[in-house]
């Protein structure tokens, strides 16, 4: 909510600052975001009043997981240009990442009522919706899985083939599977029970925690990387 002092900037400023964004959208491109951090920063204090270079900046910010920060280069960003609609989206995006979804959901409607035809505003405003009814759901987890990544991925396989071969876990789909077919304990602390459900599944996690959390953030980087359309980077 800071209101911005009328730039004082010289020409001369602003054709630098100008070359300074140019800069930093080639960092970008290169994936070389601190850099790019460096250049929009250069280029918004010769000319602070200029809404791209922030909005900019804070897509570098996002990139480097500095998502607070993201939020503030957007939210000044928007008090310089209440329409600028990729400040909004970018917004989005870093809320989202923070687990903020209903803060991101406003942002992304914002993005859409000032830019309707954006298929990537639109398609990211979906993942936040139902993310947010995931977190809002009393059974919901938050989580969302490829599964067919997952089927595929050759070190699920060899920890899974391993975990198969422990007695306990060998027991525990032994009475699964007995429940399933209706037997004895079905619907009395079975498959049927979903405290009984959730606590095999909670084992079921902890063991593959256990045994390959390397996997565990392979799959939490690849849910993450997947999830949200990448067309809002392009840059000003």
Excluded: W
Excluded at 99 to 126: C, G, H
Excluded at 146 to 156: C, E, R, V
Excluded at 209 to 219: F, G, K, R, S, V
């Amino acid at each position: 909510n800071d209101i911005l002092p009328l730039s004082n900037s010289v020409p001369e400023d602003v054709g630098k600052a100008d070359q300074l964004k140019d800069e930093g959208n080639n960092h970008m491109k290169e994936e070389n975001y601190a850099a790019a951090v460096d250049c929009y920063t250069q280029a918004i204090e010769l000319d602070p009043n200029n809404a791209v270079y922030y909005c900019n900046r804070a897509a570098a910010q996002s990139k480097l997981s500095h998502y607070t920060d993201a939020i503030k280069d957007c939210e000044k960003a928007i008090a310089i240009d209440s329409k600028y609609s990729k400040a909004y989206g970018r917004m989005g995006l870093a809320l989202t990442a923070m687990n903020k979804f209903e803060e991101a959901v406003t942002s992304y409607q914002k993005a859409l009522d000032l830019d309707p035809e954006n298929d990537s505003y639109k398609s990211n405003l979906k993942i936040a919706e139902q993310k947010l009814r995931e977190v809002s759901s009393p059974t919901g987890t938050g989580l969302s899985f490829d599964m067919a990544s997952l089927i595929n991925n050759p070190a699920f396989i060899t920890m899974a083939a391993s975990l198969m071969q422990n007695p306990q876990v060998q027991q525990l789909m032994s009475g699964m599977m007995t429940n399933a077919i209706g037997g004895p304990a079905a619907g009395v602390g079975g498959l049927t029970d979903l405290s009984s459900l959730i606590q095999a599944g909670q084992q079921f996690a902890q063991q593959i925690q256990q045994q390959n959390p390397e996997l565990i953030e392979q799959l939490r980087n690849h849910i993450r990387s997947r999830s949200f359309s990448s067309s809002t980077d392009e840059h000003s």
